[in-house]
């Protein structure tokens, strides 16, 4: 099992209840072919950065699953008969969120270091006394 | 320490740090360079292609990614901000190319 991100565009001029027809349908797509989707966000009405099939807007859906490959297939297939999707997208997500893992880890240590060397940051402190006893 | 340079024609280049901290500390002074990669001074670890704002402020005027000199994005940060330039790019977040 793999984490997806699935992202997909349906036309502008398609009513709202019918995008949210479109996403339960979805939904099921992926609960029949092995999957299961952890989130569903409706990113809203963009403009498109570019044409496509001659529309200047979109309504951006985003689906979080996870699965398999015959998932993603499968969902992919679906979108591609769809009249109503204009463009979509699969990412996966498991080597990004393993390399922000390993950043966390990396940041971790390096905080633990600088932690340790803390000696460092002492001396600054000590203007302060002088200056004080200056004034006294 | 600081030794004049004999070749180095004098005045051509303000003095470094000379000033305040010049004689008694002891502690040498280095020239660091300011860390400007924008991921690691945030400790942003997943470049979102779906965040448009943060992802275009690394794009031209004509929709071209910019290269490291002029952001100073860190090498590692650069691949992986190329990557979600170009799915952004494939969802119609950002232009291939603009303003034509």
Redesign the interface.
């Known amino acids: 099992m793999r984490n997806y991100e699935m992202i997909f565009i349906v036309r502008p001029d398609v009513a709202d209840d019918e995008v949210q027809k479109l996403i339960t349908q979805m939904e099921s797509v992926v609960a029949s072919a092995g999957g299961k989707v952890e989130k569903v966000e409706k990113m809203g009405r963009r403009r498109l950065a570019y044409r496509v099939h001659k529309q200047r807007e979109g309504f951006y859906v985003l689906f979080y699953v996870q699965g398999t490959g015959d998932t993603v297939k499968e969902f992919e297939r679906r979108l591609k008969v769809t009249d109503t999707v204009i463009k979509h997208l699969t990412v996966c997500m498991d080597d990004i969120l393993q390399r922000a893992e390993k950043f966390k880890a990396l940041r971790a240590k390096q905080e633990a270091k600088r932690r340790r060397s803390k000696p460092a940051p002492a001396p600054p402190a000590a203007p302060p006394v002088p200056a004080e006893n200056a004034q006294v | 320490m600081p030794v004049p340079r004999e070749g180095a024609p004098a005045g051509e280049r303000p003095p470094r740090r000379e000033g305040p901290g010049g004689g008694g500390g002891g502690r040498k002074q280095y020239f660091r360079r300011r860390k400007v990669c924008k991921f690691c001074t945030e400790?942003i670890?997943?470049i979102d292609?779906?965040d448009v704002r943060m992802v275009g402020e690394f794009i031209a005027e004509r929709g071209k990614i910019l290269p490291r000199r002029l952001t100073g994005t860190c090498s590692t940060h650069q691949r992986?901000l190329s990557e979600a330039i170009k799915?952004a790019?494939?969802?119609?977040?950002?232009?291939?190319a603009?303003g034509a």
């Open positions: 400790k670890d997943v292609y779906k992986a799915r790019r494939n969802i119609a977040l950002l232009p291939f603009a």
